[in-house]
């Protein structure tokens, strides 16, 4: 019997490549964060070790990269910082200033 989830288009997600739409989601799927438990890891055709979080739509499996990027912005996501974008622009988010949160921890 097969899953629900083996038809679905497969799409890595770097942070470079992050969209407003899947950035909502992930925020939507971990409103608090996620943990260990929602790390999927597996190897890239370079046999690099890549860590990932899952979000499922209708159509697609996403695997956003882990990073300490994607933490912050999900940390600070505001939807009405991306109203004046397409949800599917990869412009629309922006790394966010790591210099800040160093700055922070030194105190």
Do not use: C, W
């Amino acid at each position: 019997m097969k899953k629900r989830n083996d038809n679905l288009k497969r799409v890595i997600v770097d942070f470079k490549k992050l969209t407003p739409e899947i950035l909502a989601l992930l925020v939507s799927k971990y409103p608090d964060g996620y943990d260990d438990d929602d790390i999927v890891s597996f190897k890239n055709q370079h046999n690099e070790l890549i860590e990932a979080v899952e979000i499922i739509t209708e159509d697609t499996k996403y695997l956003v990269k882990i990073s300490t990027k994607l933490e912050m912005t999900m940390e600070n996501y505001d939807e009405d910082d991306y109203e004046d974008f397409e949800d599917d622009d990869p412009e629309a988010v922006q790394p966010p200033d790591m210099a800040d949160e160093e700055t922070e921890e030194d105190f």
